[in-house]
């Protein structure tokens, strides 16, 4: 009786049918029993899964991308980052982007040192936070930026295809930076990878208008095979995400299926001022939210917003008059804020959250006390990789 009861409370905090877990849950978890894209996922991995599922329960993790790197007026200072500067705290989960790292430069395409990148993601994981990586791969066929749609692409680097050995290669200098990432035992620091991202848009090349279902479907089984299989990385959570959808129908149309997914998320931007402007958000927000927690559940994945921003915060009450009503009360595991890149061409400043003098940085304070959010302070008690 007291066995029945162990499996039955973990089938129900971790929304994983009976079926799928064994007599051992919770000692001893397996990626097998968690359903992982890896079967031999390390140990830290396989509890990263395990505690954001958990976790999702209990509140929001917020992430930032770029956090520790540069803010508002700053860049590369030791410990400091701008939701620090804001809250005191710093984000729960870390997000990174590798694209150039394909062309062996030594910095991302936001300028961000590779070395310094990897300083900074062992800094946030000895915190006990989580890393999440993107990749604004070049286009392989014809060398320039991931914005630059050429058709043909994909084919192109899929098995049998022209650029297929050159993608291979891309995909090992990617093995050499994500093999690094080891903790202070030596263990691998585990990662969310997040390849091919808004892929129901058509801006990058391997958008929507650029090939097929099929061949999209193709490239993530090979991209994961290739890393899982030939590689040996067995410390990644492969993210699928799209940008905005309007139904389930539209979210799966280019899902690699339940074999090749971890985490699913998508994308979202506000765009507009004002009160209908909100108003629209928080709907769309809570529309996709809904879709993508039955999707979680029914296929036993992690939920998450990938990405959201509103450009400079031009809404004062903005975090907890509109953001928090379109998330609060949905179970999803992180969402992630995009970068406080700072000053631009023409004086212009490109920033997502707030920095300490910033408009919003109040509410943002309270946004933060809320107990539906976590941060930095709130998941190191949880010790999510043990």
Same mark, same amino acid.
């Given at each position: 009786?007291?066995?029945?009861?162990?499996?039955?409370?973990?089938?129900?905090?971790?929304?994983?049918?009976?079926?799928?877990?064994?007599?051992?849950? $919770?000692? $001893?978890?397996?990626?097998?029993?968690?359903?992982?894209?890896?079967?031999?996922?390390?140990?830290?991995?396989?509890?990263?899964? @395990?505690?954001?599922?958990?976790?999702?329960?209990?509140?929001?993790?917020?992430?930032?991308?770029?956090?520790?790197?540069?803010?508002?007026?700053?860049?590369?200072?030791?410990?400091?980052?701008? %939701?620090?500067?804001?809250?005191?705290?710093?984000?729960?989960?870390?997000?990174?982007?590798?694209?150039?790292?394909?062309?062996?430069?030594?910095?991302?395409?936001?300028?961000?040192?590779?070395?310094?990148?990897?300083?900074?993601?062992?800094?946030?994981?000895?915190?006990?936070?989580?890393?999440?990586?993107?990749?604004?791969?070049?286009?392989?066929?014809?060398?320039?930026?991931?914005?630059?749609?050429?058709?043909?692409?994909?084919?192109? %680097?899929?098995?049998?295809?022209?650029?297929?050995?050159?993608?291979?290669?891309?995909?090992?200098?990617?093995?050499?930076?994500?093999?690094?990432?080891?903790?202070?035992?030596?263990?691998? %620091?585990?990662?969310? !990878?997040?390849?091919?991202?808004?892929?129901?848009?058509?801006?990058?090349?391997?958008?929507?208008?650029?090939?097929?279902?099929?061949?999209?479907?193709?490239?993530?089984?090979?991209?994961?095979?290739?890393?899982?299989?030939? @590689?040996?990385?067995?410390?990644?959570?492969?993210?699928?995400?799209?940008? @905005?959808?309007?139904?389930?129908?539209?979210?799966?149309?280019?899902?690699?299926?339940?074999?090749?997914?971890?985490?699913?998320?998508?994308?979202?931007?506000?765009?507009?001022?004002?009160?209908?402007?909100?108003?629209?958000?928080?709907?769309?927000?809570?529309?996709?939210?809904?879709?993508?927690?039955?999707?979680?559940?029914?296929?036993?994945?992690?939920?998450?917003?990938?990405?959201?921003?509103?450009?400079?915060?031009?809404?004062?009450?903005?975090?907890?008059?509109?953001?928090?009503?379109?998330?609060?009360?949905?179970?999803?595991?992180?969402?992630?804020?995009?970068?406080?890149?700072?000053? @631009?061409?023409?004086? !212009?400043?490109?920033?997502?959250?707030?920095?300490?003098?910033?408009?919003?940085?109040?509410?943002?304070?309270?946004?933060?006390?809320?107990?539906?959010?976590?941060?930095?302070?709130?998941?190191?008690?949880?010790?999510?990789?043990?």
């Amino acid at each position: 009786m007291k066995k029945y009861f162990v499996i039955l409370f973990a089938s129900t905090i971790l929304n994983v049918p009976l079926n799928v877990l064994n007599a051992q849950t $919770g000692v $001893g978890a397996s990626a097998q029993q968690y359903k992982l894209v890896d079967p031999q996922a390390t140990k830290e991995t396989v509890n990263l899964f @395990k505690n954001l599922n958990r976790l999702r329960s209990k509140g929001i993790m917020f992430a930032h991308q770029d956090d520790l790197a540069y803010g508002v007026g700053w860049k590369y200072e030791p410990g400091r980052s701008d %939701i620090k500067d804001v809250t005191g705290d710093y984000p729960a989960v870390y997000g990174w982007e590798l694209g150039h790292l394909e062309l062996d430069s030594a910095v991302n395409l936001d300028g961000v040192p590779f070395g310094s990148m990897q300083k900074f993601i062992r800094e946030a994981y000895d915190r006990g936070g989580v890393i999440t990586i993107s990749w604004h791969l070049r286009n392989p066929l014809t060398g320039k930026t991931a914005w630059n749609p050429a058709p043909g692409t994909v084919t192109s %680097i899929l098995p049998g295809g022209e650029k297929n050995e050159l993608y291979k290669r891309w995909l090992d200098k990617l093995t050499g930076f994500l093999s690094a990432l080891k903790g202070s035992k030596g263990e691998y %620091i585990p990662v969310i !990878f997040r390849p091919f991202h808004e892929l129901n848009g058509s801006w990058f090349w391997w958008g929507k208008d650029h090939c097929s279902p099929a061949e999209l479907k193709s490239l993530w089984e090979f991209t994961v095979s290739y890393l899982r299989d030939k @590689k040996s990385l067995h410390h990644l959570l492969y993210a699928f995400n799209t940008d @905005k959808f309007s139904s389930q129908e539209e979210y799966l149309e280019r899902y690699p299926g339940d074999a090749w997914v971890d985490v699913i998320g998508f994308d979202v931007y506000q765009r507009g001022k004002g009160d209908s402007a909100n108003r629209q958000f928080i709907a769309q927000v809570q529309n996709m939210l809904g879709v993508l927690e039955l999707l979680a559940t029914t296929k036993q994945k992690i939920p998450a917003i990938t990405e959201f921003g509103f450009g400079q915060v031009p809404d004062s009450l903005w975090w907890t008059n509109t953001l928090w009503k379109a998330v609060s009360g949905h179970k999803i595991a992180y969402m992630l804020a995009w970068r406080n890149a700072g000053a @631009k061409a023409g004086g !212009f400043s490109e920033f997502y959250v707030p920095y300490k003098s910033h408009a919003s940085a109040a509410n943002f304070v309270e946004f933060y006390k809320l107990p539906g959010t976590f941060f930095q302070k709130d998941i190191s008690r949880e010790s999510i990789y043990k």
